[in-house]
């Protein structure tokens, strides 16, 4: 058989399976490229891609730890952390988000403005992410909305946690609020972070923010490529925050807002001894729970441009001139600088002269109050004569006695927005003022007015520190700290199970490490009569404001009235003091200062009433606010009381608002 | 005359390279165990679906390997010319899909022109170059019918675009002109005139993605959440596979969907991750092995037009997957290549299985000798 071209076949084929040979070397070297590649990642670089998938596979979330609770001296919650129904839709659930929230508003009410934010959030986050459409709800609306469920497609009700204030506005200046993180608290700490995430804003809140706030838990899961949790690895429960007991009677407190109410007023009882703040009131307050729910910007404008600024806590914010309550350290300067004893006597016509200058007695009118002695011119509050004792004695050195009774310096009470008030010295004016200190000046500092300025804080700690014999005690508002965990007392904490024991019995006499200011006792002694004399006195100028016999305890006091403005002459001429008709800013400061029992005191007050006329109507207020402070007696019943465990004495005592109620209507059907 | 005597069908199915199919087969079947992975542990919607496909190509590729190979040489530039008119079909009006337009509406079923092209064009320049004698090769001008035969289409396919499919043609071609006996030093020109050309074509061939997929090949870190995320992740998922993987359907990357695409064109990453370096070195060896049945086979060949058709097949096959396992392992740009016969994906499944059904055919009458120019 003869095959035409089949001889040159043949060469073809060579060719052919020659250049097989060299593409099949090819191709195997390409195989080799790919054999090498696959070595280099899986075995040499094997680790390393394997971190990055791990990386990619794990996220690591955050676990808000429960805030620490805050309590009054008896366990009485003030800050507590109540569960908060919201509801939540995800966007990947429904077919008409608009729709769904239209159903969702005939059970909530949703305005417009929530409704344009969830959508806005619909838009921009991924649709399996829960978008919070409201909180706060009642246990009615959640109730329902868990009922009508399958009608609400894409709708999730979820329980959070949120801080409630039970007493609410009348510990509101003391225990402060919580609210959304700023840019500016930012430190660092992760938890910032997390969204819906709130801190201490203001008060013990935010003092003690980072021991209530507790650390924060992780949870490691497992997420795809679009965020979506698949499940969770691996979970670290974080430590909750600390509790923080404050030295606060908040039954007291409650009754003393509650007179205080219509006033714009600041009260502070503290213990004498031991300088526990009994009660702080501001009044007026607002509501702090206001804040975490989100307050709408005509709520919070109102709240800025009350003219009684309830946002303010007059208590350490407040600065007033003292007026007549100073008289006693001007008397205490006089009598320690060896310059008048109390025997002392000034003839009081109700007018002094310096110069060309008049100084006049408040008692002017009606000719002075006659020949004084030290005891009867703080009982009367005769100007007169501590115009003559400032005069004699000079402004350094009463000064120098002001500021060992705590005033003109900051208390460091655990609160935010303390002021220093002021006490004046001759350096002091000409390094502010460039001009030197002129000798009336010192007559009028000598009763509490001039430059001289003190926060009602300031005022109840002189008050303490002139009737517990002169010790410089310091004001404190927490007790202590303690893991929340601890409730049983199982003792974990060593350091704190042992502050608690020696806090047991509580009966300190003296703060521990206050040093004594090291006045006489003797001297002391004159001022703390004087000031009995001043309520209990039959001429004293607090005489009407007694307490009640059936109490067997009597206050003593001192009365200041401090004037807002000058006095012109032609209205002292008219009358000489502002009468009923002076608009409300320009009437005079009403102070009172007083401790109890006379005898053995254990209480201070200090109470500013803003433009409240004069200090008898302070003492007016005091009168009913020391008697209330009498018969709850905290520091006794604390010492009877009180173990280890603020919480153990809660569920002891009937103390809640609703139990005080219950016990108040069966003594009355009795 | 000189024909051998026509083999009865009998003994065409007892010729056929049983062995063979058994080893694509075994490939095949390493797609549907992946594919059932991607779908985590379902049959549905991937794996069956392939299964079907790939029974239907079976029965496909034993059809052709049974039909006689000079029917085929025949047929040859009938075919050629039907895919071309199919390529100008999706010019004209194709079906957009994925941004680019590569499909054309049959009625019945959507076709993919392109991939009937690989086919046809193998068998075209094998038929061209069964009809040149070895002196007639070596002259240029009977170089310029198959520049023109290999040119047209891959211009229209780049059209479509798809350069995947026009660097699959162009390298197949070069791979049959190679066997074909043309001189090297033609080669070394031409590939100095692609290297010309390149500037040009970035200039104004090129789409925006195509040059976002050269540039992140060049720097993947270019834009680690654009065009580089897919290479990223599809090198962390391989790494992290290390010698033996993460365990069957145990892949992180692939099955939390950090891997893109991982039924098609990123398949082997997620073989890699989850069989590690032997399950990688154990496929590509199953491909070795049908790539050397395809040259034996070749080279048993009696006739031209069998040879360069083996080979043709061969190397497309052979292109496919290293185009596919170089690009998921970052040695090339990203060029949408499926894995043979383990991507999911009818039409390259389908065209597959002729190219091999072809192969067999070249087997079965590996001894008939066909003369230059078949009456």
Redesign the interface.
């Known amino acids: 058989m003869r095959i035409p071209g089949l001889e040159r076949d043949g060469s073809r084929h060579k060719t052919f399976n020659r250049r097989l040979a060299l593409l099949g070397g090819g191709k195997l070297t390409l195989a080799a490229v790919l054999m090498g590649r696959m070595y280099y990642l899986q075995v040499l670089e094997s680790d390393q891609y394997h971190m990055l998938a791990e990386e990619n596979r794990i996220s690591m979330r955050l676990l808000a730890p429960p805030r620490g609770l805050i309590m009054d001296r008896f366990g009485r919650e003030l800050a507590s952390n109540r569960q908060n129904y919201r509801v939540v839709l995800i966007a990947e659930q429904t077919k008409g988000v608009a729709d769904t929230l239209d159903r969702l508003a005939h059970i909530v009410p949703i305005n417009s403005h929530q409704r344009r934010r969830v959508l806005r959030e619909v838009k921009r986050k991924r649709p399996f992410v829960p978008i919070k459409v409201a909180e706060n709800l009642t246990w009615e609306q959640f109730a329902r909305i868990n009922v009508l469920l399958p009608d609400l497609p894409g709708v999730q009700p979820d329980v959070g946690e949120g801080r409630y204030y039970p007493v609410g506005v009348e510990t509101a200046h003391i225990v402060g609020y919580v609210s959304s993180v700023s840019e500016a608290d930012l430190t660092g700490d992760p938890l910032l972070e997390l969204p819906g995430f709130r801190i201490g804003k203001n008060g013990i809140e935010k003092v003690y923010d980072e021991s209530l706030r507790g650390k924060a838990g992780n949870s490691r899961v497992e997420v795809n490529a679009y965020g979506r949790e698949i499940r969770e690895l691996a979970r670290q429960d974080g430590q909750p925050g600390h509790d923080v007991v404050l030295t606060i009677d908040a039954d007291l407190q409650e009754k003393i807002s509650r007179r205080l109410r219509d006033e714009s007023a600041a009260a502070v009882v503290m213990d004498i001894h031991q300088g526990d703040i009994l009660a702080m009131v501001s009044a007026p307050s607002y509501d702090p729970n206001a804040f975490n729910l989100g307050m709408s910007t005509k709520a919070w404008r109102t709240l800025i441009q009350h003219p009684r600024k309830p946002l303010i806590n007059k208590a350490i914010a407040g600065q007033y001139p003292p007026g007549s309550t100073f008289k006693m350290l001007v008397a205490l300067a006089a009598m320690e600088a060896g310059i008048a004893g109390p025997g002392h006597e000034v003839f009081c016509n109700g007018v002094i002269r310096l110069g060309k200058s008049k100084f006049h007695c408040w008692r002017h009118r009606y000719g002075g109050h006659g020949m004084m002695d030290m005891k009867q011119a703080i009982a009367q509050s005769c100007d007169i004569y501590f115009y003559d004792l400032a005069r004699r004695i000079g402004v350094d050195r009463i000064g120098a006695m002001a500021r060992r009774f705590g005033l003109g310096e900051a208390l460091d009470i655990e609160l935010v927005g303390e002021r220093e008030g002021l006490v004046p010295s001759k350096d002091w004016k000409l390094a502010v003022t460039g001009v030197p200190w002129q000798l009336g000046e010192t007559l009028i500092t000598g009763i509490g007015q001039a430059y001289l300025l003190a926060t009602p804080l300031q005022l109840a700690v002189m008050t303490a520190r002139l009737a517990n014999g002169g010790i410089a005690v310091r004001p404190k508002l927490s007790r202590h700290l303690k893991p929340q965990d601890d409730a049983e007392g199982a003792g974990e904490d060593a350091d704190d199970d042992r502050t608690s024991q020696n806090d047991g019995n509580n009966i300190r006499t003296t703060d521990e490490g206050a040093p004594p200011i090291g006045v006489s006792a003797a001297n002391l002694q004159i001022i703390t009569d004087a000031m009995s004399e001043v309520v209990n006195g039959r001429r004293g100028t607090a005489r009407k404001y007694k307490l009640d016999k059936e109490l067997g305890m009597k206050m003593a006091g001192k009365t200041g009235t401090a004037q807002v403005r000058r006095i012109t002459k032609a209205e002292r001429k008219a009358g000489g003091k502002l009468g009923k008709g002076t608009p409300w800013k320009e009437r005079d400061h009403a102070l009172f200062t007083a401790f109890a029992p006379v005898g053995a005191p254990r209480y201070a007050t200090a109470v500013v009433v803003e433009h409240g006329g004069s200090g008898t109507y302070a003492a007016k207020l005091t009168k009913d606010i020391m008697a209330e402070v009498l018969r709850a007696d905290p520091l006794a019943r604390s010492a009877m009381g009180r173990t280890s465990h603020a919480p153990n004495n809660a569920t002891d005592r009937p103390n809640n608002a609703d139990n005080a109620d219950n016990t108040g209507n069966k003594e009355r059907k009795t | 005359m000189?024909r051998q005597v026509d083999l009865t069908l009998l003994q065409k199915l007892a010729q056929i390279n049983w062995l063979l199919i058994v080893l694509i087969t075994m490939i095949a079947g390493v797609g549907f165990a992946m594919l059932y992975s991607a779908a985590n542990g379902n049959i549905d919607p991937w794996a069956s679906r392939q299964m079907i496909r790939y029974s239907a190509g079976l029965g496909l590729m034993l059809l052709i390997a049974l039909i006689d190979i000079r029917t085929w040489l025949r047929h040859a530039y009938l075919i050629y010319g039907a895919a071309l008119l199919l390529l100008l079909a999706v010019e004209v009006m194709g079906v957009v899909g994925m941004g680019a337009r590569r499909w054309v509406d049959l009625g019945l079923f959507q076709l993919q022109p392109s991939e009937v092209m690989k086919i046809a064009l193998v068998l075209a320049l094998a038929r061209f170059y069964h009809g040149l004698?070895?002196e007639e090769v070596g002259r240029i001008r009977w170089l310029l019918a198959p520049a023109a035969m290999i040119l047209v289409p891959v211009a229209l396919v780049m059209r479509q675009p798809d350069l995947g499919t026009a660097i699959l043609l162009m390298a197949t071609a070069t791979?049959i002109l190679?066997?074909?006996?043309v001189r090297l030093w033609k080669f070394a020109v031409a590939l100095g005139a692609v290297l010309l050309a390149i500037p040009l074509a970035w200039r104004f061939m090129l789409h925006g993605y195509q040059k976002d997929r050269v540039l992140t090949y060049l720097n993947p870190e270019r834009d680690p959440l654009g065009a580089g995320y897919h290479i990223m992740?599809s090198?962390?998922?391989?790494?992290?596979?290390?010698?033996f993987g993460k365990g069957f359907m145990q892949g992180?990357?692939s099955h939390?969907?950090?891997l893109p695409e991982r039924q098609t064109d990123f398949i082997f990453t997620m073989l890699?991750e989850e069989f590690?370096?032997v399950g990688?070195?154990s496929l590509?060896s199953l491909y070795?092995l049908v790539?050397a049945y395809g040259?034996a086979i070749?080279?048993r060949s009696r006739?031209?037009f069998g040879?360069?058709l083996a080979?043709g097949v061969i190397?497309t096959f052979?292109l496919y997957l290293?185009i596919n396992?170089?690009m998921v392992?970052g040695?090339i740009p990203v060029v949408g290549v499926p894995l043979p016969l383990v991507s999911y994906g009818g039409t390259s499944m389908i065209s597959l299985l002729i190219g091999f059904g072809l192969l067999l055919s070249v087997y079965v009458h590996r001894d008939i000798?066909i003369?230059?120019r078949p009456s």
């Not at chain 2, 190679?178 to 006996?181: Q, S, T, V």
């Open positions: 000189g004698p070895m791979a190679l066997l074909a006996g992740q090198k962390i998922a391989l790494g992290s596979g290390g010698v992180t990357q939390l969907a950090f890699a590690g370096l990688c070195f590509l070795i790539i040259y070749a080279i006739n031209q040879r360069l080979t190397s052979f290293f396992m170089a392992m040695l000798v003369p230059r």
